[in-house]
């Protein structure tokens, strides 16, 4: 799966691939929500993917801000 090939990217590389997929499945679900014949299943997946890729780059960001508490 793709999970153990991220391990190897850097944090960065990562955010940013992360990033590109979720404006991907932005642009995924638009089309398919435009269609009269739209797949009630793979929308759903393609929705629950993207909030996943959400949660991962929330993570990452946090990850990369140090958390001072001044």
Known sequence: MEGNHSAAQDPESRLATLR???????SAIEALNAMNTSDDV???????RKLRL????KILEDQAVPNIIA
Do not use: F, G, S
């Open 54 to 57: 959400k949660d991962e780059i």
């Open 42 to 48: 793979q929308l759903a997946r393609l929705k629950k």
């Open 20 to 26: 590109t997929e979720h404006r991907d499945l932005d």
